[in-house]
């Protein structure tokens, strides 16, 4: 048997795949579109973690469309995708909670941010407090993961660089009761923006999804319309898990946009397109490293260029 | 954990086994299928592609032709082939020659690291070695004092330095190990992207200093079709020795263990299946490949059982249960030993036949074991001897002791109840296999 995983990497893994250059290749072998330029296409939305689902559906799509128009020759095929795929993601980028990140008119505006372990939600909120520090609001932040070992050392580290406060406590407190005493704070101090972050906990744990709740739960009691915007921080390099991932956690406390991470590596984080095309949760933010700046608004136009790259 | 592509592989092999004679035609739709359940799991296409091409190939081919049971013949090819894919054997952490042992753990932004060296440390300490950790990421904010924690929380030191030089700090820890006596160090590196060439640089370094026993590539089991790009730079850069998959307890299906070993060819050493800091497994290939053909991970639950069944008081709890004296004492013992075979949503994976469907929406969390031992903890001796004796009165005394309701009571009784007629009825064949020895 070893004789076949080495069989396999001598053979197939030698050159890291270039999706331009593969669709160039397809183009110049079949000009005429037919089958194999459609299962070309399809692979190349595979290797980005589209998912096999959204990406039948989409090719189909296209095929529909192509044939619709009369077109025979490959070369434009790309672009009529790229639309396709342009269209699915902004089909939902106008609802309401997520645009209330940007244009807002309550005080304090409370952000929760949720994921699974290890999906950089700490980083992402030093990030997006810098974020809303230069468009100068007053920010605070809620340290409510009490759980995993020196998280709330790691997000002052970040509050101290991105120059706002935070509010913490003890350990192995109720994250419940932080998230209170931050939003009592935020009140107060007549702050503008309030991000919660909270202990990365699998999707699939009824009990700790149920602790989410109970944060939720808790902030309503001092401002019945808060959180007025849930975040989940989804990493970039998550195949198809990433859509169980969103479906659990908009079904456990409802989620209203993503905050993509690590889209400096190479992975191309295409099972968004999957949960746009099934949840309906528009990506927000992308995370493009670990410096303060490195977030920037989710551009779609920008992302499928990415995609095809 | 597999579950998903075990479902899926079920239902493509039932129909194959329907059929009398393997066909081309017939075949070659259900790979199709198949092919489909791999990049649902996350399995890189080309992976994916392969394992397709070559199990067909063996099916059409001259097994196929000699076997009477062509059904039976092909789910051994899939076996075969990912059993293949995933080696063959369990390869322990390499802990031979002089000490002290360096092994250092490497991978991206977030895949575990941290978490993943408390519980090795847990281990190793668990098989008397003495171990040191050695904080050696200064990149991610507070990521020393995380290990610091983690490291109080198991019992092991942890080596800091103020230096900035990451290679440094590991240079010095060993030369503190080797001056101290310790046998193992286990460096938490910071987590970096492939494609960054000093950092990789810098791992590179901290290899070449340190000369590890062990590398391991610590990669989450939720990763998609980038596993590949990121296991084989990673493998170029400092060629580690083994695999560690983390986030393993979630719903992912980790086609990401088949992509990483396929194009590495190193093995799975472990996997990751919790926060606690004993949530760790072994990585067992065949077990791996027999759940993923829906046979269950049988071998893994036999083996949990019979870590924490307590032989004795098995015997004698079947010896009750002949005699019909099983009590509310001897439900509370049961409790116990299952609780400390691990987590029950765990445990219930493992369990042949039980498909994921079916455990969805179901909370099999520790906790609600919790109620019932609340309510018997309420219970005076002569109750839980005599459950017969508990009247409405004592109902409420008990509900009000345990924090509960007289109606969890009502249901816990009436479940116990339930439970002696059951056993009553059991043959002995079979209650021996209930009590899992």
Same mark, same amino acid.
């Given at each position: 048997?070893?004789?076949?995983? =080495?069989?396999?990497?001598?053979?197939?893994?030698?050159?890291?795949?270039?999706?331009?250059?593969?669709?160039?290749?397809?183009?110049?072998?079949?000009?005429?579109?037919?089958?194999?330029?459609?299962?070309?296409?399809?692979?190349?939305?595979?290797?980005?973690?589209?998912?096999?689902?959204?990406?039948?559906?989409?090719?189909?799509?296209?095929?529909?469309?192509?044939?619709?128009?009369?077109?025979?020759?490959?070369?434009?095929?790309?672009?009529?995708?790229?639309?396709?795929?342009?269209?699915?993601?902004?089909?939902?980028?106008?609802?309401?909670?997520?645009?209330?990140?940007?244009?807002?008119?309550?005080?304090?505006?409370?952000?929760?941010?949720?994921?699974?372990?290890?999906?950089?939600?700490?980083?992402?909120?030093?990030?997006?407090?810098?974020?809303?520090?230069?468009?100068?609001?007053?920010?605070?932040?809620?340290?409510?993961?009490?759980?995993?070992?020196?998280?709330?050392?790691?997000?002052?580290?970040?509050?101290?660089?991105?120059?706002?406060?935070?509010?913490?406590?003890?350990?192995?407190?109720?994250?419940?009761?932080?998230?209170?005493?931050?939003?009592?704070?935020?009140?107060?101090?007549?702050?503008?923006?309030?991000?919660?972050?909270?202990?990365?906990?699998?999707?699939?744990?009824?009990?700790?999804?149920?602790?989410?709740?109970?944060?939720?739960?808790?902030?309503?009691?001092?401002?019945?319309?808060?959180?007025?915007?849930?975040?989940?921080?989804?990493?970039?390099?998550?195949?198809?898990?990433?859509?169980?991932?969103?479906?659990?956690?908009?079904?456990?406390? =409802?989620?209203?946009?993503?905050?993509?991470?690590?889209?400096?590596?190479?992975?191309?984080?295409?099972?968004?397109?999957?949960?746009?095309?099934?949840?309906?949760?528009?990506?927000?933010?992308?995370?493009?490293?670990?410096?303060?700046?490195?977030?920037?608004?989710?551009?779609?136009?920008?992302?499928?260029?990415?995609?095809?790259? | 954990?597999?579950?998903?592509?075990?479902?899926?592989?079920?239902?493509?092999?039932?129909?194959?086994?329907?059929?009398?004679?393997?066909?081309?035609?017939?075949?070659?739709?259900?790979?199709?299928?198949?092919?489909?359940?791999?990049?649902?799991?996350?399995?890189?296409?080309?992976?994916?592609?392969?394992?397709?091409?070559?199990?067909?190939?063996?099916?059409?081919?001259?097994?196929?032709?000699?076997?009477?049971?062509?059904?039976?013949?092909?789910?051994?090819?899939?076996?075969?082939?990912?059993?293949?894919?995933?080696?063959?054997?369990?390869?322990?952490?390499?802990?031979?020659?002089?000490?002290?042992?360096?092994?250092?753990?490497?991978?991206?932004?977030?895949?575990?690291?941290?978490?993943?060296?408390?519980?090795?440390?847990?281990?190793?300490?668990?098989?008397?070695?003495?171990?040191?950790?050695?904080?050696?990421?200064?990149?991610?904010?507070?990521?020393?004092?995380?290990?610091?924690?983690?490291?109080?929380?198991?019992?092991?030191?942890?080596?800091?330095?103020?230096?900035?030089?990451?290679?440094?700090?590991?240079?010095?820890?060993?030369?503190?190990?080797?001056?101290?006596?310790?046998?193992?160090?286990?460096?938490?590196?910071?987590?970096?992207?492939?494609?960054?060439?000093?950092?990789?640089?810098?791992?590179?370094?901290?290899?070449?200093?340190?000369?590890?026993?062990?590398?391991?590539?610590?990669?989450?089991?939720?990763?998609?079709?980038?596993?590949?790009?990121?296991?084989?730079?990673?493998?170029?850069?400092?060629?580690?020795?083994?695999?560690?998959?983390?986030?393993?307890?979630?719903?992912?299906?980790?086609?990401?263990?088949?992509?990483?070993?396929?194009?590495?060819?190193?093995?799975?050493?472990?996997?990751?299946?919790?926060?606690?800091?004993?949530?760790?497994?072994?990585?067992?290939?065949?077990?791996?490949?027999?759940?993923?053909?829906?046979?269950?991970?049988?071998?893994?639950?036999?083996?949990?059982?019979?870590?924490?069944?307590?032989?004795?008081?098995?015997?004698?709890?079947?010896?009750?249960?002949?005699?019909?004296?099983?009590?509310?004492?001897?439900?509370?013992?049961?409790?116990?030993?299952?609780?400390?075979?691990?987590?029950?949503?765990?445990?219930?994976?493992?369990?042949?036949?039980?498909?994921?469907?079916?455990?969805?929406?179901?909370?099999?969390?520790?906790?609600?074991?919790?109620?019932?031992?609340?309510?018997?903890?309420?219970?005076?001796?002569?109750?839980?001897?005599?459950?017969?004796?508990?009247?409405?009165?004592?109902?409420?005394?008990?509900?009000?002791?345990?924090?509960?309701?007289?109606?969890?009571?009502?249901?816990?009784?009436?479940?116990?109840?339930?439970?002696?007629?059951?056993?009553?009825?059991?043959?002995?064949?079979?209650?021996?296999?209930?009590?899992?020895?």
């Amino acid at each position: 048997m070893k004789s076949m995983v =080495g069989r396999l990497n001598f053979g197939l893994f030698k050159t890291r795949n270039n999706l331009v250059g593969k669709i160039v290749d397809v183009i110049k072998a079949s000009p005429d579109i037919d089958d194999d330029v459609y299962d070309e296409l399809e692979e190349i939305l595979i290797e980005a973690d589209v998912g096999v689902g959204t990406s039948s559906k989409l090719i189909e799509n296209l095929k529909k469309k192509i044939d619709e128009l009369g077109i025979r020759k490959s070369e434009n095929i790309i672009n009529f995708l790229k639309y396709a795929v342009k269209g699915l993601i902004e089909s939902n980028s106008s609802r309401e909670a997520a645009v209330r990140l940007f244009e807002f008119d309550v005080k304090p505006l409370v952000i929760m941010i949720v994921g699974v372990n290890g999906t950089g939600k700490t980083t992402s909120i030093g990030k997006l407090a810098y974020h809303y520090k230069k468009m100068n609001k007053k920010v605070l932040l809620s340290a409510a993961d009490t759980f995993r070992a020196a998280a709330s050392e790691q997000l002052e580290i970040w509050s101290d660089r991105a120059g706002v406060d935070v509010v913490r406590n003890q350990p192995g407190a109720d994250p419940a009761s932080v998230a209170y005493d931050s939003l009592q704070a935020a009140i107060k101090r007549d702050i503008d923006v309030l991000i919660v972050d909270t202990a990365g906990r699998l999707h699939t744990k009824v009990n700790l999804m149920e602790e989410l709740k109970k944060i939720k739960r808790v902030l309503k009691k001092l401002d019945e319309t808060s959180p007025h915007v849930t975040l989940l921080v989804l990493d970039a390099t998550t195949g198809q898990n990433g859509l169980n991932q969103a479906k659990q956690f908009t079904q456990s406390i =409802g989620v209203d946009g993503i905050i993509l991470t690590k889209l400096d590596g190479t992975a191309k984080g295409g099972v968004i397109l999957s949960i746009n095309d099934e949840l309906g949760v528009p990506v927000k933010f992308i995370g493009i490293g670990e410096q303060l700046d490195d977030l920037q608004p989710f551009d779609a136009q920008e992302f499928v260029e990415a995609l095809f790259q | 954990m597999f579950q998903d592509l075990t479902d899926k592989l079920e239902v493509i092999v039932r129909t194959i086994r329907g059929q009398g004679k393997v066909t081309e035609a017939n075949i070659s739709g259900s790979l199709k299928e198949v092919r489909r359940v791999l990049l649902e799991a996350d399995v890189n296409y080309k992976v994916a592609k392969h394992f397709i091409e070559s199990v067909k190939e063996r099916a059409l081919g001259r097994e196929v032709i000699k076997s009477i049971t062509p059904g039976q013949q092909i789910i051994k090819i899939i076996y075969d082939e990912l059993a293949g894919i995933m080696g063959k054997v369990d390869v322990p952490l390499d802990l031979s020659g002089s000490t002290p042992h360096v092994i250092m753990l490497t991978g991206l932004q977030g895949s575990g690291k941290t978490t993943l060296a408390g519980k090795l440390a847990a281990h190793l300490k668990n098989i008397n070695r003495t171990v040191m950790l050695v904080a050696a990421d200064i990149q991610r904010p507070a990521a020393v004092r995380q290990l610091q924690v983690v490291g109080e929380t198991v019992g092991v030191s942890v080596f800091t330095d103020s230096d900035s030089n990451p290679v440094k700090i590991c240079q010095s820890a060993l030369n503190h190990a080797k001056r101290s006596g310790i046998d193992t160090i286990i460096l938490d590196t910071a987590g970096r992207l492939h494609i960054d060439e000093p950092l990789m640089n810098e791992l590179l370094e901290i290899k070449s200093n340190t000369n590890p026993r062990e590398i391991l590539f610590v990669a989450d089991g939720m990763t998609g079709q980038d596993a590949v790009n990121t296991a084989k730079d990673f493998l170029q850069w400092i060629d580690f020795t083994g695999i560690v998959l983390t986030k393993m307890d979630g719903d992912a299906r980790g086609g990401a263990a088949l992509s990483i070993r396929m194009v590495t060819g190193k093995p799975i050493k472990y996997l990751s299946v919790g926060e606690k800091m004993d949530a760790l497994e072994k990585f067992h290939p065949d077990r791996m490949a027999s759940r993923i053909l829906g046979m269950g991970d049988v071998l893994t639950l036999v083996e949990k059982a019979q870590q924490t069944v307590d032989q004795e008081k098995a015997a004698k709890l079947e010896r009750k249960l002949r005699r019909q004296e099983f009590t509310f004492e001897d439900f509370y013992d049961q409790i116990q030993q299952i609780k400390n075979m691990g987590p029950l949503d765990q445990l219930m994976k493992m369990i042949p036949g039980l498909k994921s469907s079916m455990l969805k929406g179901m909370s099999f969390d520790d906790r609600s074991f919790s109620k019932i031992e609340a309510i018997i903890n309420s219970m005076t001796a002569e109750e839980r001897r005599r459950p017969g004796i508990i009247n409405g009165s004592r109902r409420k005394r008990i509900a009000g002791g345990s924090g509960t309701t007289v109606q969890d009571v009502n249901q816990l009784l009436k479940q116990f109840q339930m439970m002696q007629k059951m056993m009553k009825n059991m043959n002995k064949g079979k209650l021996k296999g209930f009590l899992f020895n």
